[in-house]
C-alpha cells in the first residue's frame, strides 16, 4: 500500500497519519482544535531503534562498536525510522498499522510495525521492533510536540516522578538520580509505577499521556510546544541501559493520550 496521509476519526476526534513522513501523526483534532504542533518535523514522531541521543554517536553493540550520523552533533538524536518513508500495512476508520524496515545507517536488519488506534476520547500508539535475524540493541519512544497554547491560557503540566536523571553539560544523563527540580525541562525523568503525565490547557481541555514505560523526557524549553516523551529507557540508554531485540523477543511499547473537555 502507499505511504500517502491516512486520516482516522472517531466521535469528534481526529487524527491524521503521515506514513510518508517518518511515521508520524501529523495531528491530533478534538472538536476542531488542533493539539498537536503543526509543521513537517513536528506533530508527534516515533524514536527507533533509540531515544535521545546517544553520546557521540557511538553505542557498543556486541563485541562492536557503531557509528551513527551525528545529526545533533556531538551526538545523533531519536533514531533513524523518523527521516523515513514507512509503508501502510492496513487501515480502517479509526485504526492505521504502518511498517518500517531498518536500514542504513543502522547496521541491522529488522522491523518497525506501529499501530494507531483512536477512540472518541484516547489515542493509543503501540510500536514493536522486531528482527528475523541477527540481535540488537534498541529503544522505542514518541516525541509529541504539543500545543503550549489552544486559544486561551498556556497548557500547565503535572507530574509526579520518582527522581530526575541528572543533565550534565553534553544534554546527556551523567548517571546520578536526584530529586525533581522545577523547569523549564529538556530532562528524562523516572516513573517506576508507569508513565503519568498530565497536560491541562485550563477552561479548554485536559489530556493525560500514560504508559507502562517507566521513562519519560519531559522538553518544555520552546515557546511554541511542549513535549512529553514516553520511552523504554533513558537517553544514550543504549549504553547505559540496553533491551535487547532478538528472533525469540521483540520489543514492544505503548502509550495511551486520554482526554477531557474542560
Not at 553520546?55 to 556486541?62: K, V
Not at 519531559?218 to 544514550?236: F, I, K, R
Amino acid at each position: 500500500m502507499s505511504d500517502e496521509d491516512i486520516t482516522l476519526t472517531a466521535g469528534d476526534a481526529e487524527v491524521t497519519v503521515q506514513p510518508g513522513n517518518g511515521g508520524r501523526v501529523g495531528g491530533l483534532r478534538i472538536g476542531g482544535v488542533e493539539v498537536l504542533r503543526q509543521g513537517e518535523r513536528f506533530g508527534c514522531f516515533p524514536m527507533v531503534p533509540w531515544c535521545g541521543r546517544i553520546r557521540d554517536g557511538r553505542f557498543l553493540d556486541g563485541a562492536a562498536v557503531r557509528q551513527m550520523p551525528l545529526n545533533a552533533p556531538p551526538h545523533a538524536i531519536h533514531g533513524t525510522a523518523r527521516d523515513s518513508a514507512w509503508r501502510t500495512a492496513r487501515t480502517s476508520t479509526a485504526e492505521a498499522v504502518i511498517t518500517h524496515e531498518l536500514a542504513d545507517p543502522w547496521p541491522h536488519k529488522g522491523r518497525v510495525t506501529q499501530v494507531v488506534a483512536l477512540t472518541e476520547d484516547a489515542l493509543t500508539l503501540t510500536m514493536s521492533v522486531e528482527t528475523y535475524d541477527s540481535s540488537f540493541p534498541a529503544q522505542i519512544g514518541w516525541h509529541p510536540w504539543f500545543n503550549r497554547n489552544l486559544g486561551g491560557e498556556d497548557v500547565q503540566l503535572d507530574f509526579d516522578p520518582a527522581w530526575q536523571e541528572e543533565r550534565g553539560d553534553d544534554h546527556l544523563p551523567t548517571g546520578n538520580r536526584v530529586d525533581p527540580k522545577p523547569g523549564p525541562w529538556d530532562d528524562c525523568f523516572g516513573m517506576p509505577g508507569g508513565v503519568d503525565v498530565t497536560l491541562t490547557w485550563p477552561g479548554q481541555l485536559e489530556l493525560k499521556v500514560a504508559s507502562r514505560q517507566e521513562w519519560v523526557v519531559v522538553y518544555d524549553e520552546q515557546e511554541a510546544a511542549v513535549c512529553v516523551e514516553p520511552q523504554t529507557g533513558p537517553p544514550n540508554g543504549l549504553n547505559t541501559l540496553p533491551h535487547l531485540v532478538t528472533p525469540l523477543e521483540p520489543l514492544e511499547a505503548t502509550t495511551t493520550w486520554t482526554w477531557r473537555r474542560l
